[in-house]
């Protein structure tokens, strides 16, 4: 069963009040809950994922870098503030060797990447062999935006899921219960949900909209 990932944030930055917004919802069915590396200082982002261990959660950077210098400060900043895994990042030998020294679980981005919200190009085939190569570099997994991407999204996910032998998490606009179905479908690791939620996409608060997935992904 794909993992909901929940992201404390809107439009690829991480909210004012994430701290809050947790606080509401920790005791929620997600058990796994992030946030991007712009949008809160240092000091609150050391804070949330402070209490997000305390009550048993797996914790999730996704930094959305694109070179090699910000690339790496990103995974400096995720090791400071005691994340478990790092997500997103163009993938360097650089990072790659930090995230493996520092014990974080490393998803990196495939794809050309451009922008925030981030946006994908590239070929499928293109994308699957870059996945392929991380496997070779020893990747934990891959951090996947397949509905950012500019082209066939849901053959994207599936293809990819398939064909790269490592755990997946499809990252970015799951908005609705057609792309929850899609996402079951592929049988990816995990898939984060943090702008739908904002929006009020899956209707209600934020907490009870996280249960609302979480069932849904169960059935």
């Not at 990932?5 to 991480?14: A, E, Q």
């Not at 998803?107 to 293109?126: C, D």
Request: proline share 2%; with cysteine.
């Amino acid at each position: 069963m794909s993992e909901l990932i929940v992201m404390l944030t809107h439009h690829d930055m991480t909210v004012k009040n994430a701290i809050d917004v947790f606080s509401q919802c920790k005791d929620t069915k997600a058990k796994y809950w992030g946030f991007k590396e712009a949008g809160l200082d240092r000091n609150s982002m050391k804070k949330l994922v402070g209490m997000m261990k305390a009550v048993g959660k797996t914790t999730f950077l996704e930094v959305v870098a694109y070179t090699e210098e910000e690339c790496l400060a990103g995974a400096e900043v995720c090791a400071e503030c005691g994340f478990d895994f790092l997500m997103g990042t163009l993938f360097f030998d650089s990072v790659n060797d930090f995230t493996q020294k520092h014990n974080l679980k490393y998803l990196p981005f495939v794809g050309k990447i451009t922008g925030r919200p981030s946006v994908v190009t590239g070929t499928i085939e293109e994308i699957i062999e870059e996945g392929k190569q991380c496997v070779r570099k020893g990747v934990f997994g891959i951090d996947l935006l397949g509905y950012r991407f500019v082209g066939d999204c849901v053959r994207l996910n599936s293809e990819f899921v398939r064909q790269v032998p490592l755990p997946v998490v499809l990252a970015g606009s799951v908005d609705s219960y057609r792309r929850l179905e899609e996402v079951k479908a592929t049988g990816a690791f995990a898939f984060t949900i943090g702008s739908a939620f904002f929006e009020n996409r899956f209707n209600g608060t934020f907490a009870e909209q996280i249960d609302k997935v979480v069932e849904f992904i169960a059935n």
